[in-house]
Every structure is written in structure tokens, then in C-alpha cells.
């Protein structure tokens, strides 16, 4: 088990907050580190160069919080090549005449550059700074209207609370949008919605007692939707799968059950045909499973607990999904006493873990160090974690 050597100085730790489109695709991820050294610029360069932050942003732009861009600018340079780099800036930089130079040297070096904040009345912004970015967590400030239409954007609005404030954000003219409006049960779920995703829980629970292919066959003809979406999901790059299936049968023996297994856990997620927007929680529902995979690998689990981690970080959604409560959803699975104690309790290491991952979820319940010690985690080993299971939901975000 890894442990945590206080004898080196404290790994800060690293946040990935997603930031999505009107439709609810990821757009980008905005990067924050706690506590931030303004010193620290060299962590930057650690996580594109090390922990490749590059390529886990798989086209998704990535957003820095620079209260210092002065400093920024002499200690980090230009931006990785093939990265979407935006500064967040503070508002007094972007309206200060005597800064316009630095936000046109680092314009010129490839950043976008995002306000933070609302300025003054009769401000008047650096021709480089295109957004604003406002915390929208106590709603839309009454002023902001007349500065999102005169700037081109895309504004983002932040820490949205609510689907019904995300409604009203959209409505103003923001574009991107960041906050935990996932993450609070749907109303809109429709009664064809539920009927599909009972099946999926039923083929869950086939697949996991070893049943015969002709018996999930016969259930998954039940249903289109689901049939397209499992072989949507399937010929997926985003599974790393790239030959033609043509029938169920060579899906399910092709695949292997424990590959079925988990498209079948994503799809409970998936959008269905007619769905205008991407469904929020299934890039949210898979970033918690890779990263509960990632960790558990990193303490040397095996494999078998490896895939009961994955299982319980996309099964911690499912009551947001289904609004209803969560024991009443898996009671029928016949799962795992493990899983089913980190699910319900958030006891055993996989609980440990789960509580970890819930806490990385930047601006929900403050994640510390002692948490990661809690669960046999090093901050390093965290923020790899962290980065890898982004890897994967950013692609999953656009190709599911």
C-alpha cells in the first residue's frame, strides 16, 4: 500500500474541474491547485510534461486561475504545443491600460485570456480579453447582462449550483458552464428512459452471473435504443475498438464479459436517439470509475478489485440518474458485499477510495491530504490518478 512520506515536502493537490457547452459536452477542464504557490509555475510544466495533462485533454482546452500574470509570464513561458491554453485573469488586469502590454505578450504566445470578474461601469478592456468569467453560485449579477453582449465570448459561468440556474446562465448568454448542476436528480427522467435503463440493470445483472450470450442477445433485441447504443458505444474509439460487429453474439464473445460489463454501466449513462443534449453524469460517472481504477492500481490491487473499484465509481451516480434511492437500484444486482459497503457507507478501502474521488470533485466537499493518507493514496499518485481517469472521460464526453 502506498503511503505517504512525511518526510517530503507536501505534493499540492491538483483539481480538474470539467467545463461544458450548452448541450453539456465537456469544452474544457479548468486546472486549480491547492494550496497555490504563486512560485510555482514548474508544477505547470510537471503535469504537462510528467503526468500528461496534454494529452489527456484530448482537444478540450484547459483553463489556469493566474492571480499573478506578471509573474506567470516570466516563469512559465509559451504554452505546450498543441494545447488550448486560457488564463483566468483577474478583471483588474484585463481594465488596467499600464498591464495591456503584458496581455498582448502573452496573447502573442498563444493564451487565450478570460476576465475574472465584472469591472466597473465605464471600464474599458484590453482588446485581447474576449470573456468574462463569473461565479454564479448565488445566481446572475443584475450588471453582467451589458457585458456579455459586448464581448464576444464564450463567457463561463461558474459553480452553477442547479439545473435550473444552468437554464437561466444559458438564457443570459453564457456558453460554458461549471458547477455541480449534474450532480442533483433529474425530473426529466421519461417513463421510456426508465423502462431502458431497467433492462440495462437486468442485462447488469445477467452479465454478471456468467449468463449464456443467446440470453443477453434475447434482451437486448428488446429494446433499440440500447441495441444502438451498445454498438455505437462499441465501435467507439474512445474503447480502443475499432473492428465492424455485426450481430450480438460476436459483440458479447468478441468483447469478453468483463469489457461488456463496463459498456453496459456506461450506457446507463449514454444519451438515446432523440436526445437533444449529451447526458451530464456520464462523463462524471466515468471520470469516477477510471479514477477509482487508477488508484486502486497504484496500490497494487489485483484485478478482480481493480474491477469491483471501477463498478462502484460508475454505480456511485446511479440514485442522480434514477432518482431514486441507490440501495433499491443495486438490491437487485446481487453485488459484492464489498462494493455494496462502499456504495451504501462509504466503508472498506473501496469506500476509502470512493471518498477520495467524491472530494476531488473540485468545489463539493474540500479534499485534504490527511484524506489521501486515510486511504493509502500519495498526493502524487492522486494527481496521476486524477489525470489519467480525464483522459478517458474527456473522450468519453464526446464519443458516447
Known amino acids: 500500500m502506498a503511503v505517504q512520506d512525511k518526510s517530503i515536502p507536501s505534493f499540492p493537490l491538483v483539481f480538474l474541474q470539467p467545463v461544458a457547452d450548452v448541450h453539456y459536452l465537456w469544452t474544457a477542464l479548468s486546472l486549480h491547485v491547492s494550496p497555490f504557490d504563486e512560485n510555482g509555475c514548474d508544477l505547470f510544466s510537471r503535469l504537462f510534461n510528467e503526468f500528461g495533462l496534454g494529452e489527456a485533454l484530448n482537444g478540450l482546452a484547459c483553463i489556469l486561475t493566474v ?29 488596467d491600460a499600464e498591464r495591456h502590454p503584458l496581455l498582448e505578450r502573452l ?99 445477467l452479465v454478471s452471473h456468467d449468463a449464456d450470450a443467446p440470453e443477453l442477445e434475447a434482451l437486448l433485441k428488446q429494446d433499440p435504443a440500447l441495441s444502438y447504443q451498445l454498438f455505437k458505444l462499441v465501435s467507439s474509439a474512445a474503447f480502443g475498438f475499432s473492428a465492424h460487429i455485426t450481430n450480438f453474439t460476436q459483440a458479447i464473445n468478441l468483447l469478453g464479459r468483463r469489457q461488456l460489463q463496463r459498456w453496459l454501466q456506461l450506457l446507463l449513462y449514454a444519451r438515446f436517439p432523440g436526445d437533444e443534449s449529451a447526458n451530464p453524469l456520464l462523463p462524471r460517472a466515468a471520470a469516477r470509475a477510471a479514477m477509482m481504477e487508477a488508484l486502486c492500481q497504484q496500490m497494487d490491487c489485483d484485478r478482480d478489485e481493480q474491477d469491483r473499484a471501477f463498478i462502484v465509481g460508475m454505480f456511485s451516480l446511479l440514485d442522480v440518474l434514477l432518482a431514486m434511492p441507490l440501495r433499491l437500484i443495486i438490491e437487485p444486482l446481487k453485488l459484492p458485499q464489498d462494493i455494496v459497503d462502499a456504495l451504501m457507507q462509504r466503508r472498506g478501502r473501496l469506500g476509502r477510495l470512493l471518498d477520495v474521488v467524491e472530494r476531488a470533485e473540485y468545489g463539493r466537499i474540500p479534499l485534504r491530504h490527511s484524506d489521501l493518507v486515510s486511504a493509502g493514496v500519495t498526493p502524487e499518485g492522486y494527481c496521476r490518478g486524477l489525470i489519467q481517469a480525464y483522459r478517458w472521460a474527456s473522450k468519453v464526453s464526446h464519443e458516447a
Not at 492571480?67 to 481594465?95: M, Q, S, W
Not at 478570460?114 to 461565479?135: K, N, Q, T
Open 67 to 95: 492571480p499573478n500574470p506578471e509573474r506567470f509570464a516570466g516563469e512559465f513561458g509559451a504554452p505546450p504545443k498543441d494545447t488550448n491554453l486560457i488564463l483566468r485573469i483577474p478583471v483588474e488586469y484585463c481594465v
Open 107 to 205: 496573447n502573442k504566445l498563444g493564451y487565450g485570456l478570460i476576465a475574472d470578474g465584472l469591472p466597473s461601469r465605464l471600464a474599458l478592456f484590453s482588446e485581447y480579453v474576449e470573456s468574462i468569467s463569473l461565479d454564479c453560485s448565488a445566481g446572475i449579477q443584475p450588471e453582467a447582462g451589458s457585458w456579455l453582449t459586448s464581448l464576444r465570448g464564450p463567457h463561463i459561468a461558474e459553480n452553477v449550483p442547479d439545473p435550473v440556474l444552468f437554464d437561466a446562465c444559458r438564457a443570459e448568454g453564457f456558453r460554458w458552464f461549471s458547477g455541480e448542476y449534474p450532480l442533483l436528480p433529474s425530473s426529466a427522467i421519461t417513463q421510456k428512459d426508465a423502462i431502458s435503463r431497467g433492462r440495462l440493470l437486468k442485462l447488469l445483472e
